[in-house]
C-alpha cells in the first residue's frame, strides 16, 4: 500500500504542453527532457541576480541571462536550487548577454531531470506568459465549473429529499465524467466513462450505501475479516493499492458533521485519482455531511417524541388502547406478555447540552441493541437513564446472563457502562406497563446498594429486600440493626467484624450445619466451633433461639443495604 496526501488542487499545463503554445514554436530542449512531465502552474521572469528568493514551486522561469553573465561557472549549483524549490523549468533567451550555457550546467540538468529550454530571440516573454497563465486559468476555470456542476447536481438531490444513498450514487457518474486533462480526446464522453466505485461508511466502519462499479479485488484490503472499514489504517488521502494491472487508486474523503460521521471512499483503476477528483470528492463529502446533519436533527427531535410517549406509557398517563394503537407509529408492538428494564447510569456533571448529547447518543445506540433481541420492542433513552419493554413470549423473564449483553448498548470503547440494570417481572398487558417499570426502579434501587456497576437486579431476584426497600431509614430501624447486631452493625473494615459477620451469614444460610459451614469457609472444625461460641457471646443463643436466628438473619439484610457499601 502506497498513501499520498490530496494532490494539488489547482490545474496546470506540463512543460510539453507549454513546447506547444505557438509562442513557443522553435524552442529547444536543451537538457532535462526526461522531466518534461513537469506541472507548469505560474510564469515568472528572472532579470536581477537574486531571483531565488522570488521563486516558487510549479513555475517556469524565463530569463535573457542577463543576471547570469558574470558568474557562468554558478549555474550548476542554480539549476540545482531551482529543482530544490520545485520549479518545472527554466527558459533561456541565448546570443544577447549568455552565448552558451555551460556544460556542467546542462549535465546537472539532465541528472536532475530539470527541464532547460532555449527560446527564440524573437519571442517575446510577455507572449508564453499569456498563452501559457490563459492556458492555466482556462484549466482552473473548466475545473471549477465541473466542481460547481457536481456540488449542483448533489445538492438538488439533497434539496429533494435524497439521502445518503442518492448521494453515494450520483457520486460515481459526477467522478468517472471527469477527465484528467479538460483538452484530453474523448474527456467527458459518457461512453468512455471508467469503472468508479463509490462507498459510504460510517464511524464504525461499516458500509452505509454503495454505488457504481463492483470494487475491484485489490480494494478489498480497505476491510477487515468483519467487513467493516480499517479507518485507523486508511485516512483521509489517496491511497494506492494492488501492483501492476491490478493496482486501484483510493481516495478516501472524511464526513465530518458534529464530529465524524464515516468517510466517502471512491476507488478506481483506470489512473490515479487527481486534484479534479479531489474537489469532486470534497464537494461529495460536504454534501453527504449536510444528509448526515439533517438525519441527526430528524433522528433528535423522533428521539424526545418517543421518549415522551414511552415516558406517558410507563407512568400510566395514557389509556391503554391508545397507547397500543401509538405505539404502532413507532414500530412497537405493545400487546402480550412484556417485561421492562431500566439501565440507570451514573449523572457525570450539569452541563444541560452534554446530558443532551449523551442521550441522543444512547436512544440510538440502546434502540439498536434492543431491537437486535426484540424487533417489535419499545426503546428509548434519557440523560441517565436507558428504558426497554420487551417481549416474553414464554412468559418468563429471560436470564440475567442475556440481560447483560443488552449493556453493549450503552457502552463505548474505554467506558464501560457503569450504571445498574433492573429488570420488571413478566405483566400481561399495557395497563400494567406502569407497574413493571416501578418493580423495574425499586430492583435498581436495590442493586445500586447490593451490587458493583455493570450488574443486573432482577425484581423476581430481591426477595426480603424487596420488602426492606420500602421501610425508611429511620431511628427505629437503626436501634433494630445496632441492637440485633451489636458489635457487628458497624461498616466494612474492620477485620474481625467482617470475619464474624461472614462467618454468622455462612452459618444462617446452611441451618447452622457445622460441617458445611466449615467446608464453604475452608474453616477446621475447632476454629469455627471456636468462632460459633464468640458469635453467641455477642449475639446471644442464636444456635438455640429460632426468634434469634430470624432477627439476625433480617438484620443482616438491612445491614447489607443500608451499611455495607457506604
Known amino acids: 500500500m502506497v498513501r499520498t496526501d490530496f494532490p494539488t488542487v489547482a490545474p496546470g499545463i506540463t512543460m510539453r504542453e507549454v513546447l506547444a503554445r505557438p509562442a513557443m514554436a522553435g524552442s529547444t530542449v536543451l537538457a532535462g527532457a526526461a522531466g518534461l512531465d513537469r506541472v507548469v502552474r505560474f510564469v515568472n521572469m528572472m532579470e536581477v541576480p537574486d531571483v531565488l528568493q522570488w521563486t516558487k514551486a510549479d513555475e517556469l522561469l524565463l530569463t535573457t541571462g542577463y543576471p547570469l553573465r558574470s558568474t557562468p561557472e554558478a549555474l550548476d549549483d542554480f539549476v540545482a536550487e531551482l529543482d530544490a524549490r520545485g520549479l518545472a523549468g527554466i527558459a533561456v533567451k541565448l546570443g544577447r548577454y549568455l552565448d552558451a550555457l555551460p ?31 490563459s492556458e492555466v486559468l482556462g484549466r482552473q476555470a473548466a ?8 456540488h449542483s447536481v448533489l445538492l438538488q438531490l439533497v434539496l429533494h429529499g435524497g439521502g445518503l444513498p442518492e448521494v453515494v450514487a450520483a457520486l460515481p457518474e459526477q467522478l468517472a465524467a471527469v477527465p484528467a486533462q479538460p483538452d484530453a ?8 466513462a471508467p469503472a468508479v466505485s463509490v462507498l459510504h461508511v460510517d464511524r464504525t466502519g461499516r458500509t452505509i450505501a454503495a454505488a457504481g462499479a463492483e470494487l475491484p479485488a485489490a480494494a478489498a484490503e480497505l476491510f477487515d475479516d468483519d467487513h467493516l472499514f480499517r479507518a485507523t489504517m486508511f485516512g483521509h488521502g489517496i491511497h494506492t493499492l494492488g501492483t501492476g494491472a491490478d493496482q486501484v487508486s483510493v481516495l478516501i474523503a472524511t464526513v465530518v458533521a458534529e464530529r465524524n460521521q464515516g468517510h466517502l471512499i471512491a476507488v478506481r483503476s483506470d489512473r490515479p485519482w487527481d486534484g479534479q477528483d479531489v474537489m469532486i470528492a470534497e464537494r461529495g463529502a460536504t454534501v453527504a455531511a449536510l ?34 394503537e401509538g405505539a404502532k407509529g413507532f414500530g412497537w408492538d405493545l400487546t402480550g406478555p412484556m417485561f421492562v428494564v431500566v439501565a440507570a447510569g451514573v449523572e457525570h456533571g450539569n452541563d444541560d447540552a452534554a446530558r443532551r448529547r449523551r442521550a441522543e447518543h444512547l436512544g440510538a445506540s440502546w434502540a439498536a441493541w ?28 429471560p436470564p440475567t446472563a442475556r440481560v447483560v449483553d443488552l449493556l453493549g448498548g450503552l457502552s463505548s470503547p474505554g467506558a464501560p457502562f457503569d450504571g445498574i440494570v433492573g429488570v420488571s417481572r413478566v405483566v400481561e398487558s399495557v395497563a400494567s406497563l406502569a407497574t413493571a417499570y416501578h418493580q423495574a426502579w425499586e430492583a435498581v434501587r436495590v442493586g445500586r ?29 437503626r436501634s433494630f440493626l445496632t441492637d440485633t447486631l451489636g458489635p457487628l452493625a458497624v461498616a466494612e473494615g474492620d477485620v474481625e467484624s467482617d470475619e464474624l459477620r461472614r462467618t454468622l451469614t455462612v452459618l444462617l444460610d446452611t441451618n447452622l ?19 460459633i461460641g464468640k458469635l453467641e457471646r455477642l449475639l446471644g443463643p442464636f444456635t438455640t433461639n429460632a426468634r ?19
Request: cysteine-free; glycine content about 8%.
Open 103 to 133: 556544460k556542467g550546467m546542462l549535465e546537472s540538468a539532465d541528472r536532475l531531470e530539470f527541464p532547460v529550454v532555449q527560446i527564440p530571440d524573437g519571442v517575446g516573454f510577455d507572449e508564453i506568459m499569456n498563452q501559457v497563465l
Open 143 to 150: 475545473m471549477l465549473a465541473r466542481s460547481e456542476q457536481a
Open 185 to 192: 480526446p474523448g474527456a467527458g464522453e459518457a461512453a468512455d
Open 291 to 324: 444528509v448526515v446533519t439533517r438525519e441527526l436533527a430528524v433522528a433528535a427531535v423522533e428521539g424526545k417524541y418517543r421518549g415522551d410517549f414511552l415516558r406517558d406509557v410507563l407512568a400510566g398517563q395514557m389509556p391503554p388502547a391508545a397507547a397500543v
Open 370 to 397: 434492543v431491537r437486535r433481541w426484540d424487533p417489535d420492542g419499545a426503546a428509548a433513552a434519557f440523560a441517565t437513564e436507558a428504558v426497554a419493554v420487551m417481549h416474553a413470549p414464554d412468559g418468563v423473564v
Open 449 to 477: 446498594r447490593l451490587a458493583g456497576a455493570g450488574s443486573v437486579s432482577r425484581f423476581d431476584d430481591l426477595g426480603l429486600y424487596r420488602l426492606l426497600s420500602q421501610v425508611p431509614d429511620s431511628d427505629e430501624l
Open 513 to 531: 450445619n457445622v460441617a458445611q459451614t466449615a467446608r464453604r469457609l475452608h474453616f477446621h472444625y475447632n476454629t469455627l466451633r471456636y468462632r
Open 548 to 566: 434469634l436466628r430470624a432477627d439476625l438473619t433480617v438484620a443482616l439484610y438491612v445491614w447489607q443495604m443500608r451499611v455495607a457499601h457506604r
